[in-house]
Every structure is written in structure tokens, then in C-alpha cells.
Nanobody, 124 residues
Framework: QVQLVESGGGLVQAGGSLRLSCAASGRTFSTYAMGWFRQVPGKEREFVAAISWSSGWTRYAESLKNRFTISRDTVKKMVYLQMNSRKPEDTAVYYC?????????????????WGQGTQVTVSS
């Protein structure tokens, strides 16, 4: 059973930095793509970034690519999301997700496993 556990959320001031972590367990992830999504109440889950577990290719939401960086540590089985120059509109629940077949997709429906989410609140 795949398990994804996010951590690192909290309250930050605008302009600051924050790193989210996702601990992956339960199997090998060599064929996976790992993604970060975010969601605010009343809106659909929004793609943030994705990374291939094996090759390390990355993909970002166009509006976020200059401020957010996704990375992974294959030994520790961790995925990270570094968020810089935070804005109040970044306030959301952030989810880690796993795509078994590395579709390189921005669609939430392409991802098979999800964490429980971590709340990030950016104050102005």
C-alpha cells in the first residue's frame, strides 16, 4: 500500500519561503511521477509541479515556475516543494500525489495516490 505523508505547512508571511515535504512509502517508485497540487475551498484541485522519480524531469504550472521548485531524494523517498516569494494567493491545502505510470500530466485524475494534505496560509 502506497502512503504519502505531507509536512511543512503552516502560517507564513508574504515574501517568505517555505519548504513542503512528502514522505513516500509502501513500494518502489522508479516508474512514478510525483506531483504537488493545491486546493482552496470551492475550487478544483490545481496542478503545481511534478517530477519523475527516475529521471528527475520536472514540469511546473506556468504561473508558478519562477517561484516554486520541486525536487526529490530517491534514497530517503522524499519529495519536496520549495516555495519562495510567497503571496497570499498561495494560501491553500497542498497535496502530494503519485502517478504510477508517469503520464507527465497536470491533471489530478492521472494520479493514483494522494496524501492527506498540509495547510499553507500566507498572511499579507
Amino acid at each position: 500500500q502506497v502512503q504519502l505523508v505531507e509536512s511543512g505547512g503552516g502560517l507564513v508571511q508574504a515574501g517568505g519561503s517555505l519548504r513542503l515535504s512528502c514522505a513516500a512509502s509502501g513500494r518502489t517508485f522508479s516508474t512514478y511521477a510525483m506531483g504537488w497540487f493545491r486546493q482552496v475551498p470551492g475550487k478544483e484541485r490545481e496542478f503545481v509541479a511534478a517530477i519523475s522519480w527516475s529521471s528527475g524531469w520536472t514540469r511546473y504550472a506556468e504561473s508558478l515556475k519562477n517561484r516554486f521548485t520541486i525536487s526529490r531524494d530517491t534514497v530517503k523517498k522524499m519529495v519536496y516543494l520549495q516555495m519562495n516569494s510567497r503571496k497570499p494567493e498561495d494560501t491553500a491545502v497542498y497535496y502530494c500525489a503519485g502517478d504510477k505510470y508517469n503520464h507527465r500530466s497536470v491533471e489530478a485524475t492521472s494520479y493514483d495516490y494522494w496524501g492527506q494534505g498540509t495547510q499553507v496560509t500566507v498572511s499579507s
